[in-house]
């Protein structure tokens, strides 16, 4: 599935880049062999690189890479509130991500992925589950369940508390025709520091290509501005 759910990295990077400021979707589809690796090899160089970001920013150690296999634990869950089916939400195509990239502060970060789809069909089938106007509200209801919201409270540390976790349609900033943004907004408290993260997920596709573009900010808002011009870069590069 194009569309991935936070972890507790959301929750724990929030606390993490929040003290550092204070201080200074799917049956589940194998990965594909030969053809699916030769494939993502040739879409590696069409991902962000660190010299599009702005001067200063830096990569995360240890991030970026290919997928290995995972699951939506809500699938079912989601597949039921959007009428659609549940092999929609547990595909697992061959996926190429870039590093993250963040500012000096941390406060803002930056990944790109590509996705490898089967064929044209079921790329514009998985988009279909992206831009459906139920997204947001159905995933909404999942990510404030008590085992969603019990597990970015451990990931961010004893005595956390998680709010309540909004998920809308990120209209502003418009990132063009074909493209669709879902915003999920999580507020933490922790160690009696109230922490905001901010996640924008943008997505569209070309073929049997899928495009997602994460934006993610702590305790401020992401530069409307950097992140239009990012998705303008990727699509160029699609």
Not at 60 to 69: A, Q, V
Not at 170 to 193: C, D, H, K, L
Not at 211 to 228: E, G
């Amino acid at each position: 599935m194009l569309f991935r759910i936070p972890t507790g990295r959301a929750a724990s990077r929030a606390v993490s880049c929040v003290g550092f400021a204070l201080g200074a979707l799917i049956a589940s589809m194998p990965l594909a062999g030969a053809a699916g690796a030769s494939s993502l090899s040739q879409e590696k160089g069409h991902l962000l690189k660190l010299s599009d970001m702005p001067k200063g920013w830096k990569t995360e150690p240890g991030t970026g890479g290919s997928n290995g296999s995972s699951n939506f634990p809500g699938a079912a869950q989601l597949a039921s509130c959007l009428g659609v089916s549940s092999r929609l939400i547990n595909a697992n195509p061959p996926e190429i991500y870039s590093p993250y990239f963040q500012n000096q502060a941390g406060s803002l970060e930056v990944q790109d992925s590509i996705t490898v789809f089967p064929s044209v069909s079921n790329a514009k089938a998985e988009y279909s589950v992206i831009a459906n106007s139920k997204t947001p509200s159905c995933l909404g209801t999942i990510m404030n369940s008590a085992s969603v919201k019990s597990e970015l409270a451990s990931s961010t540390g004893e005595g956390a508390v998680i709010g309540t976790i909004a998920v809308t349609k990120a209209g502003v900033p418009n990132f063009g025709r074909g493209t669709s943004a879902i915003e999920m907004s999580i507020p933490i408290t922790y160690q009696g520091t109230n922490v905001r993260a901010q996640l924008i997920e943008v997505t569209f596709i070309k073929g049997k290509l899928g495009r997602q573009l994460s934006f993610n900010s702590y305790s401020r808002t992401f530069p409307t501005s950097l992140s239009k011009h990012l998705v303008a870069l990727a699509q160029s590069r699609l």
